[in-house]
């Protein structure tokens, strides 16, 4: 057990597996074929949050923050906080329309191929079956296992199954509850509340060892495929506990005989032991080792709120092709209302989504990188939190795919009458065979081209088949064994 030798608490054992809990073993990870593959994934974030639908996800911290904008619309709709405080929303959060198999055929529809529900974010609230809280859907609320429930539709539906777990910063989270006269300091909630420390401490050893128990639950209980972890577990002190989960973890799929993902940000995991994850933010060079994007299809928030403003299908799909042409794949969230519907606007998006990766999805899945991820006068602004600061991208920028002998070349917008990739240029040696042929997915025939110093020009066809990014498909010219 190692570092887990001093450690009093009762925890769980380590699965016999490959994996010990230290980095050098860890380093042995490999991440799974189906995940590169895959490409595109829904998250979801939905919860108690969902029913103050104000602004953010991050309601129930706000609420309690004294100046805080949360603060004072929560007094002026339900009053004060030592009498209507967060905990009398949770039978507000019925799902009583949730369908979890209409959510998952969605999903199938849109072209995801796994999906990612939060189990429990920073508010405390489990959406599953949890042994170390009553403050669970089972218990409470929609009173259903509503983890369980979604991996099951999910998975019939062919894709792969994923949690998120946040609980990370609920060591700190409700500590401006603690401030003033709040149900947070009432002794009878504590078990939801608590601990309530200043966000400038360290968790202890018993809060520790429960973050760790809760986790390692989820894995026992719904097998999840993917295992996403939000910030703040970077604090030095989760450092043995991530080492332990990971193993644990990790021997747990080696007995499934399946591969697992954990998502981590910032520094929490040493390069090789999981996926990076960066948040509402892009890669501006191919990374090496696969990694992943999440955001969201509303600007403003992850949770549902009354006044969503929503990112245009457009720079969605052309954020995946980005993403993916840079050795990654894209986690888009949606945002459900608290009776478990989602806004039609959301299902419009994810719609589109599906029905351009109908025409175009064989220079996405399975796909890899090519020499160089694309051309084109845009420059991507790398690092989380930085989507918005990049500008609307042009019919000449493209991106790069490929699959065995066959390049996919991708404009970002529609280029014109005459298309050239210049980093096909005869002189620049990245692409030295001769071109076979070249077509456009979702059109019938082969286009007309001209290769020389300057690029591969094709000349587009006349009707555009598809309302977003645009394919090519090109392939080597094959030769014959002659004399």
Known sequence: ???????????????????????????RYRVPRWYMDAKFGIFIHWGVYSVPAFQNEWYPRNMYIKGHPAYQHHLETYGPHDKFGYKDFIPMFTAENWDPKDWARLFREAGARYVVLVAEHHDGFALYDCSYTKWNSVKMGPKRDIVG??????????????????????????????????????PRYYDFYGPAKPSDTQPDEEFLCDWLRRACEL????????????????????????????????NRAYEWGTGVVINYKHNAFPEGTAVLDIERGKLDVIRRNFWQTDTSVCRKSWGYIKDHSYKPVNSIVNDLVDIVSKNGCLLLNIAPRPDGTIPEEQRKILLSIGEWLKINGEAIYGSRPWIVYGEGPTKVVGGEFKEEATSPFTGKDVRFTTQGDTLYAI?????????????????LRLYPDEVGSVEMLGVEGQLERVRDEDGLKVKMPLKKPCEHAYTLKITKLKRGRGH
């Open 219 to 250: 894995v026992d209980k719904y097998r999840p495929q993917i295992f996403w972890f939000d910030w703040w577990i970077e604090q030095p002190v989760f450092e043995p506990y991530l080492k332990f989960f990971a193993a644990y973890y990790y």
């Open 1 to 27: 057990m190692g570092e887990f030798e001093v450690i009093n608490l009762k925890l769980p054992s380590l699965p016999k597996g490959p994996f010990e809990p230290n980095w050098d073993s860890l380093k």
């Open 149 to 186: 429930e979604l991996a099951e539709a999910v998975r019939e539906e062919g894709l792969a199954f994923g949690v998120s777990y946040h609980r990370a910063e609920h060591w700190w989270f409700f500590e401006g509850g603690m401030q003033f006269n709040s149900d947070v300091r009432d």
């Open 411 to 427: 404009f970002l917008d529609w280029p014109g009458d005459e298309a050239n990739i210049k980093s096909l240029s005869a002189s």
